[in-house]
């Protein structure tokens, strides 16, 4: 019913680019707090990057910020996730993630998202 779908995932170079995204379906996203988590093997799950309903103070991990943006795209109902001067560590599964349809604001807390895609892997490597 609410469904989540990540794509754009593939193999880099480092320093190359690769834009990610979120198509959705059941809801609107502009009604919906969306973040992105990545998780490398043998790691945490991380959030990487979260846009609030209102668009106000998206949130970057310190090791993304400066090349990473994220966006919504209202006539595709998708959530873009733009990465550029991609490092080898870098590599992860990246998954998008919904809040419950009543939050409002960015969290990058595994357990605060409610609805998840199934994830697309992103490698980086020469």
């Known amino acids: 019913q609410l469904q989540l779908v990540e794509s754009g995932g593939g193999l880099v170079q480092p320093g190359g680019s690769l834009r990610l995204s979120c198509a959705a379906s059941?809801?609107?996203?502009?009604?919906?707090?969306i973040a992105w988590f990545r998780q490398a093997p043998g790691k945490e799950r991380e959030g990487v990057s979260c846009?609030?309903?209102?668009?106000?103070?998206?949130y970057y991990v310190d090791s993304v910020k400066g090349r990473v943006s994220i966006s919504r795209d209202t006539a595709k109902n998708t959530v873009i996730l733009q990465m550029n001067s991609l490092k080898p560590e870098d590599t992860a599964e990246y998954y998008c993630?919904?809040?419950?349809?009543?939050?409002?604001?960015?969290?990058?807390?595994?357990?605060?998202?409610?609805?998840w895609g199934q994830g697309t892997q992103v490698t980086v490597s020469s």
């Open positions: 846009i609030s309903v209102g668009n106000e103070n998206p």
């Open positions: 059941g809801f609107i996203v502009e009604h919906y707090v």
């Open positions: 993630a919904a809040r419950a349809p009543w939050e409002y604001s960015c969290s990058s807390h595994v357990d605060e998202f409610l609805y």
